[in-house]
């Protein structure tokens, strides 16, 4: 570990303060757009044209299972539609929906956990 970043008043540690952080914010926020942009032009472009959907599948399951780019079997598992931080938003969304449940008067099993139950859910 560097001692010298540990230092008080060293600017490069420090937080970033008026003008830079407006103008730091704006440049995450400009980046934002085109991200999402893109990402909303790429979609549009397969939904016009399924055939280049399934060769970009394709193509990410080669690379994949070659172990080439293991940032290809992220992008196909998104793609697909599993991705972990889905999963864990369903999960949670069907854990508030049986502690709704429980606040309104429907009956649940006390002994099981709610996590559980939406675990159980999951799998059927």
Known sequence: ??????????????????????????????????????????????????????ELIDMLTDEALTGRNLKAADMLIDLMGESVQRENHALKRKELKLKEDAVKGIPEKAEEPTLYKALEDDTK
């Not at 001692?3 to 914010?25: H, I, M, Y």
């Not at 980046?31 to 893109?38: E, L, N, T, V």
Request: proline fraction near 4%; avoid cysteine.
């Open 1 to 54: 570990m560097n001692n010298e970043n540990l230092k008080k008043g060293n600017p490069d540690t420090q937080f970033r303060s008026g003008r830079e952080a407006v103008e730091n914010g704006r440049k995450g926020g400009k980046a934002s757009g085109i991200s999402r942009s893109f990402k909303s032009a790429l979609k549009k472009k397969f939904k016009e044209n399924p055939e280049l959907y399934e």
